[in-house]
């Protein structure tokens, strides 16, 4: 019997190091989250390793789990968070739709490392100012009054000061571009910028170009619009616009993306490359929506 126990030991002890061991798992778990609820059974080691990305990806929602990633009311992942610190250190990508603006705060307040924040809802300003201190905070996307709603000279020092890729949504009318694209020139960081637009005016075209250190104007119109023969006023490659033919689920849509080769942000910067390299005819200015990076590799 004692030397039963002992071969079956022997079979659950590790064959491979334990770096590379360690890497396999972790590689498996970013590639396919979906996996990782069965990945954790494998050993507690495993567990260990990577029960954390299981909140790399955190969608607040009222919907149900999908797609592998953790979609929870934000209820449920503060209580997680007081009986789990260490998993706010692996919350990257956070997909905000419900929450009262005190829950807001203290789960920001408790995930430092935010890279990507996603707020749809309205946020009152007051409670905007204080997402500043997201220092790692880089992709952000929310409503277009929110940007209105501050003051020109605050920009720098609110939630927008660490952004580089920016997503404004919600429509908006030909009085408001002056204000945008003020408070744009603010954001210090700057260098994408992605708006609900078909076509802007002819002065809101030329000041966005205006700004040099943009690297990607990307416009998302109205679902089926044709945008095809669309030729923004300036002659700048940096102009895109996305071809929408289908109606998605904003936050299940951007789970699928997020991070990957599908994410607007990196097709959009795939197609400029490929229109400066001549690839592409110097008249195109849209992408499709099901696009990947690879579409437009050169």
Wanted: net charge neutral.
């Amino acid at each position: 019997m004692a030397v039963a126990i002992s071969t079956a030991n022997a079979q659950l002890e590790p064959r491979l190091p334990r770096d590379l061991e360690r890497d396999i798992f972790e590689i498996t778990a970013l590639g396919w989250p979906s996996a990782i609820p069965r990945l954790i059974l494998v050993a507690q080691r495993v567990q260990a390793w990577i029960e954390p990305f299981r909140y790399n990806v955190v969608l607040l929602t009222t919907m149900r789990r999908r797609r592998g990633f953790r979609i929870l009311p934000i209820d449920s992942l503060l209580r997680t968070i007081s009986t789990k610190p260490l998993i706010t250190s692996s919350i990257k990508h956070l997909y905000v739709e419900c929450a009262t603006a005190t829950e807001l705060d203290a789960l920001l307040a408790a995930c430092p490392r935010v890279s990507t924040l996603v707020v749809d809802m309205v946020v009152p300003t007051l409670h905007i100012k204080s997402l500043a201190s997201l220092q790692c905070l880089r992709h952000l996307t929310l409503d277009m009054k929110e940007l209105c709603k501050i003051p020109v000279n605050d920009i720098a020092d609110s939630v927008f000061g660490n952004a580089t890729h920016l997503t404004l949504t919600g429509w908006f009318l030909v009085s408001d571009e002056p204000g945008i694209c003020e408070r744009l020139a603010h954001i210090p960081h700057l260098t994408h910028i992605s708006l609900t637009s078909t076509r802007p005016s002819t002065v809101f075209e030329t000041a966005l170009s205006a700004v040099t250190r943009l690297q990607a104007i990307v416009f998302f119109p109205q679902y089926q619009q044709d945008v095809t023969t669309i030729t923004p006023a300036v002659d700048d490659s940096r102009f895109v616009w996305v071809k929408m033919e289908t109606m998605r689920d904003a936050g299940l849509d951007w789970l699928r993306r997020v991070g990957s080769v599908h994410e607007y942000w990196v097709v959009a910067e795939a197609f400029i490359a490929a229109k400066r390299a001549d690839k592409v005819p110097p008249t195109r200015f849209y992408i499709l929506e099901t696009d990947t990076a690879h579409s437009w590799r050169i």
